[in-house]
């Protein structure tokens, strides 16, 4: 899927029916099709390359809260009050930032700066923004993750150079189901994912593909101080919550995964001892990891 087909299902499913954009069920609908995003005057691309991307913002947010980020989105109205926003729809509007593929904020400004955004959405909806966003100390969430201040927006795409993607972001990195199949160990997957005597407190060794995450429930409840989420699954469906040491070291797996969304990877973790259940399942603690080669690609 292009990055630009991309953003606009994502846009399309963020922003529902209610905005228009997604028909009706009856009768008398028709399906729409999907707009063509041309890329901006002034862009290289149709790709914002944002850097933080926003998984990455977002897994750094209670350490970079307050600091104030630069990303180029699209953005929808969005009714999300909640969490630290609760009871403030008079003095705020919200909207939805998209930033990259699936990859969306809810952002919060001032009721007057929003009333201009919106009537440009109305006249155009798929018109670019570059937003300085940040996470604000008073509102910051461990359940709304995604809530930030939205400080200032301009019409168009900006590329200060600290704003970029130190490399563009490379679908090759992104493991195949034919190279999970054939790294995924069943045995191990099984032994974890199937709720039977899982090997609790134990070293294993265990391969797959591997997404930021921000689920810190179970035994790492409140781990985001000392943790990055990790996602791991093996082409079969399956997932692992993981969760790797904050240090310089693992710094470098996470902006691997941030850029590319999804990498092959082998770690060794210990099976965390807790009360299994099916709210809290195999969490792993990561003690070493090794990125795996890209994928060949495929036979012309």
């Known amino acids: 899927m292009s990055f630009g087909l991309a953003l606009s299902f994502a846009l399309l499913l963020a922003s529902g029916s209610s905005s228009g954009l997604l028909p009706q069920l009856g009768a008398s609908s028709r399906p729409r099709p999907v707009p063509f995003v041309p890329p901006p005057v002034d862009s290289p691309d149709v790709d914002p390359r944002n850097w933080p991307t926003i998984p990455r913002l977002i897994a750094d ?3 970079d809260v307050g600091r104030v980020h630069t990303l180029r989105v699209y953005a929808r ?3 999300a009050f909640n969490c630290g926003y609760r009871g403030a729809e008079g ?20 009721a007057e700066l929003g009333t201009v955004l919106e009537r440009i959405l109305e006249a155009d909806p798929w018109a670019p923004i570059t937003v300085d966003v940040a996470f604000n100390t008073s509102r910051l969430s461990e359940i709304c993750v995604d ?11 900006q590329y200060p150079p600290e704003t970029l993607s130190p490399e563009r972001p490379d679908a090759g990195w992104q493991p195949t189901k034919e190279q999970l199949l054939a790294l995924a160990q069943p045995q191990i997957w099984k ?4 709720g039977e005597d899982p090997p609790i407190g134990q070293q294993i060794q265990i391969a797959g593909g591997a997404r930021l995450a ?4 179970c035994a790492f409840r409140g781990a985001w101080k000392t943790h990055w989420g990790l996602l791991l699954h093996d082409g079969r469906g399956r997932v692992i919550h993981a969760y790797v040491p904050k240090n310089e070291a693992s710094r470098q797996l996470v902006d691997r ?3 590319h969304r999804d990498v092959a990877v082998a770690i060794q973790a210990r099976v965390r001892k807790q009360a299994m259940s099916d709210y809290c399942p195999v969490q792993l603690e990561v003690t070493t990891w090794s990125l795996i080669d890209r994928a060949p690609p495929p036979p012309p």
């Open 61 to 63: 947010r209670f350490e």
């Open 77 to 79: 109205k969005a009714l």
């Open 91 to 110: 003095r705020l509007k919200a909207f939805t930032l998209l930033g990259g593929p699936f990859e969306t904020l809810t952002g919060y400004m001032p």
């Open 147 to 157: 809530q930030v201040d939205v400080l200032k927006w301009s019409r168009g795409w």
């Open 191 to 194: 032994e974890l994912t199937s």
């Open 214 to 217: 921000n689920a810190f429930h």
């Open 257 to 259: 995964i941030a850029l």
